[in-house]
């Protein structure tokens, strides 16, 4: 009797055990099931005031991703120049200081995927904002100006990365839902990229007008537009050129890089 009472008291402490588990088991699924807070659908991502300026936080924030202003763009491209020499073990750096490009060089598959997630940001920014209804005119403006910015340094150190001849890079203007989407565009010349440039810099300079927060897009868009005309349009001797671009285009600006040279280079067969 006593080993019969032992036994069912054993049956209804599994019975327990188990109907905890399953209550703990439900429990945990509808924590695990709650909807992401970091993310959040591109259909409603930017349907407010609040949206419209976390996306242009997202903006800025894609420049500091691994392959662009977080160090590759930097680092990488000053091995290439031979600025910087290399004297570690990547194989990546190693190509780079040798001149000696692979297709799966890593870097370089790293600026292109982040430079172009950066300005699948910027255009969503140029396709929503417009129509979102409880921002000023003046906020709208400014969101708006510093993304065609934002777009144009990108596609700046696309163009002078990957162009090459009259090839230039592609030129995507409006978003994207998917990789297979975003392959299904050629690429532009780099005529057409700079022209590009230059009226993203004009609409830039034409709507950042909001006082020192937005002064760095804003001086670096009049400066940049002016020197790109002069250099591709004027055709100055390379000499001439460089005392220009010195003059209006300050080493301390943060996308300095891109010397006459190398424009003219580009532009040579217009």
Same mark, same amino acid.
């Given at each position: 009797?006593?080993?019969?009472?032992? +036994?069912?008291?054993?049956?209804? @402490?599994?019975?327990?055990?188990?109907?905890?588990?399953?209550?703990?088991?439900?429990?945990?699924?509808?924590?695990?099931?709650v &909807?992401?807070?970091?993310?959040?659908?591109?259909?409603?991502?930017?349907?407010?005031?609040?949206?419209?300026? !976390?996306?242009?936080?997202?903006a800025?924030? %894609?420049?500091?991703?691994? %392959?662009?202003? %977080?160090?590759?763009?930097?680092?990488?491209?000053?091995?290439?120049?031979?600025?910087?020499?290399h004297?570690?073990?990547?194989?990546?750096?190693?190509?780079?200081?040798?001149?000696?490009?692979? #297709?799966?060089?890593?870097s370089?598959?790293?600026?292109? *995927? !982040?430079?172009?997630?950066?300005? *699948? @940001?910027?255009?969503?920014?140029?396709?929503k904002?417009?129509?979102?209804?409880d921002?000023?005119?003046?906020?709208?403006?400014?969101?708006? %100006?510093?993304?065609?910015?934002? +777009?144009?340094?990108?596609?700046?150190?696309?163009?002078?990365?990957?162009g090459?001849?009259t090839?230039?890079?592609?030129?995507?203007?409006?978003?994207?839902? &998917?990789? !297979?989407?975003?392959?299904?565009?050629a690429?532009?010349?780099?005529a057409e990229?700079?022209?590009?440039?230059?009226?993203?810099?004009?609409?830039?300079?034409?709507?950042?007008? #909001?006082?020192?927060r937005?002064?760095?897009?804003?001086?670096?868009?009049? @400066?940049?537009?002016?020197c790109?005309?002069?250099?591709?349009?004027?055709?100055?001797?390379?000499?001439?050129?460089?005392?220009?671009?010195?003059?209006?285009?300050? +080493?301390?600006?943060?996308?300095?890089?891109? @010397?006459p #040279?190398?424009i003219?280079?580009?532009?040579?067969?217009?």
């Amino acid at each position: 009797m006593r080993n019969l009472n032992l +036994r069912i008291h054993q049956i209804m @402490r599994m019975k327990s055990l188990l109907l905890l588990s399953a209550v703990a088991l439900g429990a945990c699924s509808s924590v695990l099931d709650v &909807s992401p807070t970091s993310s959040v659908a591109s259909d409603v991502a930017i349907v407010d005031a609040v949206g419209a300026r !976390a996306a242009l936080a997202g903006a800025y924030s %894609g420049l500091t991703a691994n %392959g662009l202003y %977080g160090h590759t763009i930097v680092d990488w491209t000053e091995v290439l120049s031979d600025n910087l020499q290399h004297t570690g073990t990547f194989d990546d750096y190693a190509d780079a200081d040798l001149n000696q490009l692979r #297709a799966d060089n890593n870097s370089n598959t790293t600026i292109w *995927n !982040a430079s172009y997630d950066a300005i *699948n @940001r910027d255009n969503q920014i140029l396709q929503k904002v417009p129509n979102v209804k409880d921002l000023s005119a003046a906020e709208q403006n400014e969101i708006l %100006g510093e993304a065609y910015f934002l +777009r144009a340094l990108e596609y700046h150190n696309l163009v002078r990365l990957y162009g090459g001849g009259t090839v230039g890079v592609p030129l995507r203007l409006e978003p994207v839902a &998917s990789a !297979a989407e975003a392959g299904t565009i050629a690429r532009s010349t780099v005529a057409e990229v700079y022209t590009q440039i230059l009226a993203d810099l004009a609409q830039a300079k034409a709507l950042i007008t #909001a006082g020192k927060r937005h002064w760095v897009p804003f001086s670096l868009s009049s @400066r940049a537009c002016a020197c790109i005309k002069v250099i591709t349009r004027a055709r100055k001797p390379p000499q001439r050129a460089q005392r220009l671009w010195d003059t209006h285009w300050p +080493r301390t600006s943060p996308i300095c890089s891109m @010397r006459p #040279a190398t424009i003219l280079r580009k532009t040579s067969s217009e």
